[in-house]
């Protein structure tokens, strides 16, 4: 490992970071918050640690795979933790741990929060906290690429170590100007959705904080009670339609905007993400029809809000969807795993593996009915190399390990059933609430400092897939190698 390099690129990555902050800075003092010096004493902790790590030369440039890795893992880690000094500084929050846990939230664009007040924080801390999602959406590292291309030839490794999916790659051949493709995409989105969202009634603020956890699929919101606060209909439509937009592969719309119109449904990925939700919003329709609303209107608004944003891991809510029925509940649930596409700014398992796991299933069953055959997975309409199917299978079996493993150690709480495995699967899947005390109308505060800390990595975990996290826990990880 060049643990030089790897330094010197984290370096690069908390200056970057310190940049981050200043439209937080800015906006404070617009709104002559209190917190101006909070965010002014952060970005020189942060900018002064990058600069020093910007100075370790290695002895050469040369980045191998686990360097990247090495990069991204630490990378995100250090992010969620100078990303806690504003709220820590500034007092909004107090406890480091408490900060760490909202940082990294923020960061991972989880959404799980332990404030119990929100409405009263400093505009600035607001604003940084659903930055936060903005920045960590599409990905800290390719905005880095982006921002400082002279990273060089490791780029690709960083972007395929932080991307979401079992096969990201470039648009194009240079890593820099996929980078900048990626974020041109992310900033026309972001603002269509502000301006639409103003539109709507809401104020430039509060727009553009509901648009930063939106097209990061994030979820944090300015308002206590979420979306639901304003019960406009406008403005659940729109977040409904842009976090669904979010939720898919961002290189569809490249396709798109290359003249390809149709390359949306000629993917076999986002056909399934298609259908996925539409029978998921028509059963909890049905389900919430006479039973919690009383109109169908009702039902299919509410229902639609909640499928669209539990799947693309947003985490927005309309209503507090904790006291629908269990069905209704469990569907929620279950999409809580699925999660958006690979290259969205979603998390969880991600559609493609569910899709390919199931045509493995399939595969599997034609082989016991005609043992001699010989099937092919295919996906769209190419055959899937086994090493790729081995990779999601195992990615799978690692991603319940880990939750399984949180679970045993969020039970130490001595929490409800409910609360203890939806808390998990909320945080690892980067979804925000989950079921009980940390439903819709709750939140995070009443955990204990192991489970936060448990938590907050499952986070980070989660939106890196399983891999950069768990690497740096083997020892043979970090000899000195040159592959």
């Known amino acids: 490992m060049n643990i030089r390099i790897v330094f010197r690129v984290l370096g690069m990555v908390l200056i970057c970071e310190a940049l981050f902050m200043l439209p937080s800075l800015a906006v404070s003092i617009y709104y002559k918050g209190d917190d101006i010096a909070a965010f002014a004493l952060s970005i020189l902790i942060t900018a002064a640690v990058g600069i020093l790590l910007t100075y370790i030369r290695a002895d050469k440039d040369d980045m191998y795979a686990r360097d990247s890795f090495a990069i991204v893992a630490l990378g995100w880690i250090l992010l969620s933790f100078f990303g806690s000094l504003p709220f820590v500084i500034s007092g909004a929050i107090p406890a480091f741990i408490d900060a760490f846990f909202e940082a990294s939230s923020g960061f991972t664009t989880t959404g799980a929060s332990i404030l119990k007040e929100i409405e009263g924080l400093p505009r600035g801390i607001l604003f940084w906290r659903s930055f936060t999602h903005w920045v960590g959406g599409m990905g800290v590292i390719v905005l880095t690429l982006a921002i400082l291309p002279s990273i060089g030839a490791g780029g690709l490794q960083m972007m395929k170590a932080e991307s979401p999916g079992p096969a990201p790659g470039k648009i194009v051949p240079k890593v820099a100007e996929t980078a900048k493709i990626l974020y041109g995409i992310y900033i026309m989105i972001t603002a269509m959705e502000i301006l639409l969202l103003k539109t709507a009634g ?88 006479g039973s919690v609303f009383n109109s169908i209107w009702e039902s299919l608004r509410h229902s639609s809000f909640q499928v669209v944003t539990i799947i693309s891991t947003t985490g927005f809510s309309s209503t507090n969807f904790d006291e629908w029925g269990m069905f209704s509940k469990i569907i929620l649930f279950m999409l809580m795993f699925v999660g958006g596409c690979a290259g969205s700014t979603g998390g969880g398992i991600k559609n493609i593996r569910f899709l390919l796991l199931l045509k493995v299933m399939k595969r599997e069953l034609l082989q016991i009915i005609h043992p001699k055959a010989v099937y092919s997975v ?106």
Request: some cysteine.
């Open 202 to 289: 809401l104020p430039f603020f509060d727009s553009a904080v509901h648009t930063f956890g939106t097209v990061g699929t994030g979820g944090f919101s300015n308002m206590n009670t979420s979306v639901g606060e304003y019960n406009n209909v406008y403005v659940e439509i729109i977040i409904t339609v842009f976090t669904f937009i979010c939720g898919a592969n961002f290189s569809i719309y490249y396709q798109m905007l290359k003249g390809d119109i149709k390359a949306a449904f000629k993917d076999e990925e986002f056909r399934f993400y298609f259908r996925t939700v539409t029978i998921a919003i028509v059963l909890i329709t049905i389900n919430l029809y």
């Open 378 to 483: 295919r996906l769209g309409g190419r055959a899937v190399d086994e090493r790729t199917i081995s990779e999601v299978l195992g990615f799978f079996f690692m991603y319940m390990i880990v939750f399984i493993a949180a679970v045993l150690i969020i039970s130490l709480d001595n929490l409800d059933w409910t609360t203890t495995i939806t808390s998990v699967a909320a945080t690892i899947g980067n979804i925000g609430p989950g079921f009980g005390s940390v439903g819709a109308a709750g939140n995070y505060s009443g955990l204990s400092n192991l489970s936060k800390i448990v938590l907050s990595m499952c986070m980070i975990i989660g939106r890196l897939e399983i891999y950069p996290i768990l690497l740096l826990g083997i020892p043979s990880f970090w000899k000195k190698t040159n592959i």
